[in-house]
């Protein structure tokens, strides 16, 4: 699988998401190497927490934000951040029972989700915030 690189298409205008979106694309690219290298089996389980721990931490910022300034999308919001939460434990919890499932297969959802999620649900919110946090 290809790295992920941050391009400015991925912005959603607010500084300090951008920089959570950018540690995610690292996180993300971590377990690429990781699973390049063919690392151990338990350094894809701490990256794998680690990548919840901060995506339950970048998830929590960006829903006060929005609730915060009345956001309309929040609830569609956070449904769609529950889906990915849920899928990341599910994979943790197959991974840590060698549960048949391919680091490929979490690669494939986590970047294809962090991609569709910062490029689709995230720019709905971008404009909305940047006039009021101005």
Do not use: C
């Not at 934000?65 to 449904?79: Q, R, T």
């Amino acid at each position: 699988m290809q790295v992920l690189v941050w391009e400015d298409r991925f912005s959603v205008g607010i500084r300090q998401f951008d920089q959570h979106h950018k540690i995610l694309f690292e996180m993300i690219n971590s377990l690429i190497f990781a699973q390049e290298d063919n690392s151990d089996p338990d350094v894809i389980k701490n990256t794998m927490e680690q990548l919840r721990s901060y995506t339950l931490f970048h998830f929590v910022a960006e829903e006060a934000m929005m609730k915060h300034f009345g956001f309309e999308g929040l609830d569609e919001h956070i449904s769609e951040h529950e889906v990915l939460l849920s899928h990341v434990i599910e994979y943790q919890e197959r991974i840590a029972k060698n549960d048949g499932v391919t680091i490929d297969e979490v690669l494939n959802f986590l970047a294809g989700w962090l991609l569709d999620h910062t490029l689709g649900m995230d720019q709905l919110y971008g404009p909305f915030l940047q006039h009021r946090i101005d």
